[in-house]
């Protein structure tokens, strides 16, 4: 046997390397900037990440949840990720884990006492953690039972906070995919709008 590389095989390694460059160009470059183009143009919103500006400033993305702790505006579904997108993740505890049951307790009574309403009327999502922990919406009830105190924290009616809550609720996506849902940050810019 020799050690030698024939001209064959020299054929056969430029091939190889021109194959690999091509599949680095073609699927590494030109395939992310044409999909990257193609989104650009079809879903301009969705693809710079549904940001929301309200008065020429940026305030937040339709798409992540933020906290609002000043009583004048609805809040969202509790974070496990602090409302941080770089750490986006749910619990992870399982519903029998004692902790878990206790959390749910006290946040349980913290929203009732917050919203004056009995415990058992605070719906589960309003004490409970998405799985990405960042889910921007509520159900039309997870609103609903926060009218009370939005209202008398802007001294409005609630029926007007009412009304601005179903005129924010969306319906399922297409007419069939998901529940109704009230987007939290678009929800409060519309009532800061009201003023």
Known sequence: MSNQITLDDKGSLRASLTFALVILLGMGLLYSLAGTGIGR??????????LVT?????????????????????????????????????????????DLRKRIDETTAAVAARD??????????????????LDPDLSPAGAQVQIARVASARNLAPEKVAELVAA???????GLLGEPRVNVLRLNLALDALR
Request: charged residues 10%; without cysteine; positive net charge.
């Open 54 to 98: 309200h008065d020429g400033k940026q305030v937040g993305s339709a798409l992540v949840a933020q906290p609002f702790a000043d009583p004048r505006y609805f809040q969202p579904r509790p974070s496990a990720a602090g409302y941080n997108p770089m750490s986006a993740a749910g619990s992870n505890q399982a519903r029998t884990n004692p």
């Open 168 to 174: 924010q609720t969306q319906g399922p996506q297409f």
């Open 116 to 133: 004056g309403i009995a415990a058992r009327d605070v719906p589960g999502e309003l004490v409970t953690q998405s799985g990405g922990g």
């Open 41 to 50: 143009s079809l879903f301009p919103q969705q693809a710079t990440g549904s």
